[in-house]
């Protein structure tokens, strides 16, 4: 390991309390910083993105002003520096979740991108409007399906909707109950001998649910599916094993696990990467270039056309060894303290509708909520006012919010930096929005106008 | 910056009694409006006085919409300010609004031409509200353009004018 960030690693083996955790957050100054007038920061919208500490970007530092040069091209001694760095990372990161060779891991801008490199993947193989190999596994064209659930990122969502759309595939989807889990009593009707894909989300970015990876595995594997997982919301925040998972594919990001922005992950089965078209093509992703045609390079600078995302790699490798050095299972439980403790306070707010499981089985931090008759947006301005920043609207879950009657939540999202004063000081600005909206016996007139 | 500079009781009155709401008919032409952003939605519909003019009185400005206050108590304000005008009138104050709300606070905004308006002056400075002031003023917009030349709609499901 040429990266000297990595000898850091064991530094903070066996943190565990929460009183260590809330030492960590010496290491990410920004949480030192007040809001608006003079408030302290309460940052609680890590599941849009994460603060980094500085480690990250001292990994960034030492390598763009001590090693830079072009990565996988020239012989200079830089460049082989460099090269070293980013395979580094990238070793780093397929051990991070459980590949088991580095060549699984792709870099990309971000995870919607990854997403999208499979989608494009299977259009690019169904030939527009050329026959498909049928030996293909990703053949796709009219009478095939996709499937993806009713509570999808929007990530996961439109860009099966467009392959659909150039494929002449049909797109299906998994419904969700009124439990705020998928309803899986039809599965066997909609994931069926059709069903070319099954893409979903390991945890929802709306509910915190859970999804049953191994029983819609299964399922995938009866019939002969893909399966595509969209982990954003799970490798920041529990140890995840992909390789055990027995998904095909799957996409996260850098920037909501402490890393940067401007990196997307994707992993894959090998011998499916090795048998899957480019995505992006030009430099550094061929294998031999003639004037008419172009063979490609293997997995996975195939996937990985033009000058790759080299600083964010050696940045995201660091933000790996950070979490690693923590540890992800007393991450895990740090977190679900805090997710416990914000679904038994919020939930016992009168007014106040958990849009989620209300109890930690199968559920991880996110937790959305309504405020009745006080509009999201609304209650995200007082809570700023107090200096909690959280997300407001539909967290690009369009389809979900629709499902449950609603236009837009408020959602608290928890890191490992975050403590139970926190929690509290989240529960004490809702009330406030009820005082400044419903307060003093006034009835505001929120929901629909008519 | 205080929240009550944002939040004013003016504000805050049409949010909870807001004028003109409801959708009526006639009317020449009918939008549908969303913030992407959040999801809030307006429907809404323009009536002028004679749509074979471009500067007509707008006799009436009717809506549904699902929003926050900003954006409740906004649309509210614009029918008040919209409503008996001329469109070339109408147009004017919402250019005024408009040049208010985005600019960052350094516009404190006429009172004698926005009347309530005047109180989303707070609203400038806090960039990421300036689209809920705006979602019912550019339904507005949208739905008088399309009513000059159209025609008449009377019957509540008739989607002609529906955009």
């Known amino acids: ?450 | 910056m205080k929240l009550d500079q944002l939040y004013q009781e003016i504000i805050l009155d049409h949010y909870r009694a807001p004028h003109h709401r409801g959708l009526r008919e006639p009317f020449q032409a009918q939008v549908h409006h969303v913030n992407p952003v959040c999801g809030d939605e307006v429907t809404l519909r323009v009536r002028l006085a004679d749509a074979s003019d471009a500067g007509s009185v707008v006799r009436d400005v009717s809506y549904d919409s699902l929003g926050c206050s900003i954006s409740q108590a906004a649309t509210s304000v614009m029918t008040d300010l919209v409503i008996g005008r001329t469109l070339p009138e109408a147009f004017a104050v919402l250019d005024e609004f408009t040049e208010m709300v985005t600019s960052r606070g350094t516009i404190e905004g006429d009172e004698e031409a926005l009347g309530d308006g005047v109180a989303f002056a707070g609203v400038a400075k806090y960039p990421a509200r300036v689209k809920c002031a705006l979602l019912g003023w550019m339904a507005f917009k949208d739905a008088a353009s399309s009513a000059v030349g159209g025609t008449e709609v009377v019957g509540s499901n008739d989607e002609g004018a529906q955009r």
């Open chain 1, 1 to 450: 390991m040429t990266n000297s960030q990595h000898q850091r690693t064991g530094d903070r083996a066996g943190v565990v309390d929460a009183v260590e955790f809330a030492r960590l957050r010496e290491d990410f100054p920004i949480l030192d910083r007040t809001i608006r007038d003079g408030k302290p920061l309460v940052y609680l919208d890590s599941g849009a993105t994460s603060q980094r500490p500085v480690c990250v970007l001292d990994a960034e530092q030492e390598f763009v002003t001590g090693h830079y040069g072009a990565v996988s091209r020239s012989s200079h001694q830089l460049a082989e520096e460099a090269t070293d760095f980013y395979e580094g990372a990238r070793s780093k990161i397929a051990g991070f979740v459980g590949a088991g060779r580095p060549e699984q891991i792709a870099f990309t801008k971000n995870a919607t991108e990854a997403l999208n490199l499979v989608a494009y993947a299977f259009s690019n193989s169904a030939g527009y409007g050329a026959p498909a190999d049928p030996s293909s596994p990703f053949a796709l064209g009219p009478g095939d399906e996709v499937v993806v659930t009713e509570m999808e990122h929007h990530a996961n969502l439109v860009p099966w909707q467009e392959l659909c759309r150039r494929t002449g595939a049909t797109l299906r989807w998994i419904p969700l109950g009124d439990d705020y889990r998928l309803d899986l009593s039809t599965l066997d009707e909609i994931v069926t001998r059709s069903t070319k894909v099954l893409a979903f989300t390991h945890q929802s970015n709306v509910l915190g649910t859970v999804n049953p990876v191994d029983l819609l595995v299964a399922a995938a594997r009866r019939v002969g599916a893909l399966v595509v997982l969209d982990a954003c919301q799970s490798v920041p925040h529990q140890g995840v094993d992909l390789a055990a998972l027995d998904v095909d594919f799957a996409a996260f990001s850098g920037h909501k696990m402490l890393g940067p922005t401007g990196i997307g992950v994707l992993y894959g089965r090998y011998e499916l990467l090795a048998q899957m078209p480019p995505f992006l093509t030009g430099g550094s992703m061929i294998e031999q270039v003639f004037m008419d045609h172009t063979t490609y390079a293997a997995p996975p600078q195939r996937f990985e056309a033009g000058t790759p995302v080299v600083t964010q790699a050696v940045a995201l490798g660091a933000a790996v060894d950070y979490l690693t050095d923590v540890g992800m299972p007393a991450i895990a439980r740090h977190e679900a303290e805090l997710t416990g403790l914000a679904l038994q306070e919020l939930g016992r707010l009168p007014g106040v509708r958990l849009i989620g499981p209300a109890d930690l089985t199968d559920r991880g931090g996110a937790v959305s909520f309504d405020v009745e008759g006080v509009h999201a947006h609304d209650v995200g301005q007082i809570l700023d006012d107090a200096g909690v920043e959280v997300r407001v609207g539909h967290h690009c879950a369009w389809p979900l919010h629709r499902r449950y009657g609603l236009a837009a939540t408020v959602r608290a999202s928890f890191a490992l930096y975050n403590t139970a004063d926190e929690v509290g000081a989240l529960v004490d600005a809702v009330k406030d929005s009820q005082r400044f909206f419903l307060g003093a016996g006034t009835t505001a007139a929120g929901g629909r106008a008519s």
